[in-house]
Structure formats: structure tokens, C-alpha cells
DNA sequence: CCATTTACTTACTAATAAGTAAGTAATATA
DNA sequence: TATATTACTTACTTATTAGTAAGTAAATGG
């Protein structure tokens, strides 16, 4: 037998989260996904038990992620627009591999989800919502940006904008969600 | 037996719709909705043969009942602003009984929906968003609003602040949708 | 008043869901 | 080199899924 090494798992957890994104927490199985990886079901339940634990991790991740970024943005000596725009090019690549944010997609499925993984999920948001607030205050301070709300109330509508907007690129195409992205920027400068 | 009238149907259609709305298009069943309302699993199937019929129902519902807003604030005699926050109060009675709207409630199961029905969603949303900007119009002709987008683009804004604003309220309390609410309507007026 | 239609129920089916228990080959560890 | 441990597979189970076929009581309609 050719040992399988650990990417197994990241292969799982990659996977997992593409159909999140696609068809949605409960559209797919786990017979789909040791389908498609040539593995056998309880291969994946070995990984994540249950399939709120491979939502949690997929959430982990982004998490992990996020406070790279975070860091990545602080240390960086980069105009705050430039920051944002960093930011922003995540949701307009979610539209271009047809997905949606990892939190769109769990909002309609939320309350099915054990607390634990929910308590999760408000993290994720607080954690990407402060990132993105940091910025914005940033750009006021130089004044970069423009804006009367208070930095979390204009990350508010930033965020809804991105997020409502990669789930309607779906639905109306792409070229609303590049109407939103280009509204967002020039709001901001005035 | 006592005959059942054909208000079965509408139960059956407002449950469906409560429940896409409240825990997602794939995490509820036929048979939940059978035992709430005390019929079989068949009749439910009779008045929607599959569960995909259903859904396209209540987007139906959706499309008649603003047909009909479209129309009643057409001959309204009051201000834009009126008539906005009309709007707006659907979304604001959502986060009330916790849920998400219906588009919002599909986005992440969009793809796994027949064509005919994603078709219908589709309508829907252009419906929505035609009598917003029909109203953001007005409100800028008549100087009630300002903004510098076109219609459209500012609709488009504005319905993803809804849009993601009550699934974000969700996940991180109903004062951010406040926030958001807030936000749109300090934004039109200047 | 007979035939049809409506609105169901009874009784299923075939497929799929998430999940588990027990076994196994390869690898790491002591 | 014996013993865990890892990363699986095999082989299930139990529950639930969407959906259907056939029957039936009551209402409708000619």
C-alpha cells in the first residue's frame, strides 16, 4: 500500500471548503468528497469526525489566515487604499472561481450548527471586520480616505457590499459585483 | 373526514418559506414540514411535486407581492424617502424574526437549483432592484436624496447593506443591522 | 345522480445521509 | 526489535431523504 501522507487532510479541507462556497453546507456529502479525492468515506470522518468539525476547520483556516494578513498589513509600507484593495481582490477572486465567502455561505445554515462552531464563525467575522476597520481608520488618519460613519459602521457597508456581492454576482453576473467594488473605492475618496 | 381546504397549500408555502429563510434550502425536509402541520409526507408532494417547485413558489410569492408594492407605491403620494424606508422595513422586520431574505437564504445553493427555477430568482431580483432604483430616482429627481452613482449602482449598494446586513445580524447581534439601516439613510440625504 | 376532480392518506422505494467499529499496513518511537 | 501511533479500508448501521403508486372520501359539475 503507498502510504498517503498528511496532505490528505488538506486536501479534505480544501475541498470541503470549495463546496462550501459552491453548493452550500448541507448540499454535499462526504461520499462526495471521498469521491472526488479516491478515498473512502470514513477516511474523512477519520480527519474531521463530524461535518461541523470540517466546517469549523475550514473556518480555522480562514482564521489563520486572516491573522497573517493582519500582520502582513501592519508591517507593510503601503498606502492604506492599497491595503483595502488587498483585501477587496479576495472577494473579487471568490467571483471569478464562482464562490462565495465562507460566511455568506454558512448564513441561511447557521442555526443548524452546534454553538461551538457558530461561537467560531463570530470570530472569523469580528477578527476580518477589525482588519478591515484598522485599515480604514488608517486611511482616514492620512487622510487617504473619506468617510462620516464611524470606522466600524463604514466597515459594516463595506463588508455587506462585498459579501451581498459576490452572492448576487452569481445570480445578475460579474459586472455588479465590479460596479460595487468600483462604488466602494470611490466613496472612500471623497 | 374533515375536508381540508386550500389553505393547506398556503401553509405548506409559508412554512417553506419561514424555514428556507430560518436554517437553509437543504436543511429541512418534506417530512418537517408534514409533522408541523399534521399531514403526510405525499401531500406536501401533491401541492409541490419536488422540492425545487416549492422553493420557485415562494419566490412566485415573492415576485406577486412586489408587483403589488410596485404598484401601491406608484400612485402613494409620499415622499421617496417614504417609500424607501418601506422597503427597508421588510429587511428590518427579517432580523426581527430571524431570518434572511429569501435571495440571500438560496445564494449558497443557487447552483445546485433547476435552471427554470434559478430563472425565476433571477426575475425576482431584477424585480427588487428595479423598484428601488425607480425610487432612488424619483428621490434624486425631486431632491429628497443625493448620491453620485448612478441608480442603479447605488441600488445595487444599498440591497447588499440589506442583503448582508441581516445575515450579519445573525452571527453578530442586531445593533450592526441598526448601524447599516442608519447608514443608508444618512447617505441618501446628503 | 353519475363522473370527475380535488385533496388528501397509506404504504412503499431506492438512494443517500452522517457516523461507527474493527481491522490493517506502514511509519515512528522507545 | 517490540510497541505504539498514524492513516487509512472494509463493512456496517440507523435515520432520513426526495419521491411515487395506488387508494379514498368529499365536493363539484354536467
Redesign the interface.
Known sequence: MVTKNNDTREAILHLGASL????????FSYADIAKSLNIKNAAVHYHFPTKADLYESVVEAHIENYLLIGKELENATIPAKAKLEKIISRYTHLVEV?R?CV??????????LPVNT?EK??TL??LV?KLVEKTLTEGKKNGEFTF??SS???T??I???????V??A???GRK?FD??RK?IL?QLSG
Chains 1, 2 share one sequence.
Open positions: 462550501i462556497q459552491q453548493v452550500g453546507y448541507h448540499a464562482d462565495i460566511i455568506g455561505a454558512i448564513a441561511a445554515d447557521y442555526k443548524t457558530r464563525v463570530v467575522v469580528e471586520l462620516t460613519e466600524r459602521v463604514q459594516l457597508m463588508m455587506t457590499n462585498l459579501s451581498a456581492g452572492q448576487l452569481r445570480i445578475t455588479d460596479s460595487i462604488s470611490k
